[in-house]
């Protein structure tokens, strides 16, 4: 298996991650909080109440565990479509794989990087919602004092398999959605590229934001209900499993809670999507 898909994979999710954490961190909010009255307000009470590194609150367990992630994910994606077409990533454009075996790839990827991602974004969700500022006098304590002390008291409080609430969910979201990601890209890159040539890195720059706007327009309904599983347990609310959560939020918030969070979605996809993709062809090259 070529460890440089792996390699270009982390290094393009860490650069990824750091673009787009704070997004992520307003996203995660609006989703798990009724608070809020939209994006703006989110922001402005973040800063108010925290300063600007509220907003990169679980941004330090991630560069080390998501990043792997995404090195597992695109990994994983390059060596499924190399198993299916027995073309390398260097051959992949002369001779194009069909949608198809880039749709499998997307999805087997998506697939095994959820049994790594699952407990990191759990410990991600759990910190980017503690709202306390950070070290003022008489403030309340966070509920978590970092990642690792996060994972011991999920482990204490709710049992090893509480660091995997919202995996079920978070499986539905990843699978299908990373095989639309990889295919939209593929396809964009195709249309602007003459016949077996690579791709500019200006489209691939542009074809990896579409592609992240495509893939979490199709996520965000699972994302926000992953993301409500997730903290269920800090909240001591039980779901029966995901048909419930959905049932649960509908109920009480109506239609509109499957879209919350989908702006700052896609706000943050097409800017961290295409510098993954722009920092991972680009590694790739240059190795070649």
């Known amino acids: 298996m070529p460890v440089e898909e792996f390699v270009a994979g982390w290094i393009s999710g860490a650069l990824g991650l750091v673009l787009g954490h704070p997004f992520d961190t307003v996203k995660v909010r ?35 565990s998501i990043a792997v992630v995404n090195s597992v994910l695109f990994g994983v ?17 002369a001779q194009p794989p069909s949608y198809t075996h880039v749709f499998i790839a997307g999805c087997t990827g998506g697939f095994v990087q959820v049994y790594c991602l699952a407990p ?25 004092r970092g990642p690792v002390h996060c994972a011991v008291s999920i482990c204490q409080e709710e049992g090893p398999r509480g660091l995997f609430r919202g995996a079920w969910a978070l499986t539905l979201r990843d699978t299908p959605t990373l095989g639309i990601y990889f295919v ?12 077996g040539q690579n791709p500019s890195l200006a489209t691939v720059l542009v074809a990896g934001g579409f592609a992240g ?3 979490w327009a199709v996520a965000t309904p699972l994302d926000v209900i992953k993301s409500r599983m997730q903290m269920a ?4 609310r039980v779901y ?16 509109g809670v499957f879209f919350r969070g989908l702006t700052i979605n896609s706000a943050r996809a097409f800017p961290v999507n295409a510098i993954t993709f722009l920092s991972y ?4 090259r240059w190795w070649g």
Not at 233 to 236: D, E, F, P, S, T
Not at 281 to 284: D, S
Request: proline fraction near 6%; aromatic fraction near 10%; glycine fraction near 6%.
């Open 120 to 144: 990191f974004d759990l410990i991600k969700v759990r910190l980017q919602n503690q709202t306390e500022p950070r070290a003022r006098p008489g403030s309340p304590p966070p509920r978590y």
């Open 184 to 195: 939209t890209y593929e396809w964009l890159c195709r249309q602007s590229t003459p016949d």
């Open 281 to 284: 062809e680009y590694l790739l």
């Open 240 to 255: 029966r499993g995901v048909l419930d959560c959905m049932a649960s939020s509908v109920r009480q918030e109506g239609l």
């Open 233 to 236: 347990g800090l909240k001591h």
């Open 30 to 64: 609006l989703q798990t909080q009724t608070t809020y009255r939209g994006i703006i307000d989110c922001m402005v009470k973040t800063y108010r109440h925290e300063s600007l590194l509220g907003f990169f609150k679980g941004m330090s367990f991630p560069i080390a």
């Open 77 to 93: 994606y390059s060596n499924t479509l190399l198993a299916l077409t027995a073309t390398s990533h260097q051959e992949r454009w």
């Open 213 to 215: 706007i495509v893939s």
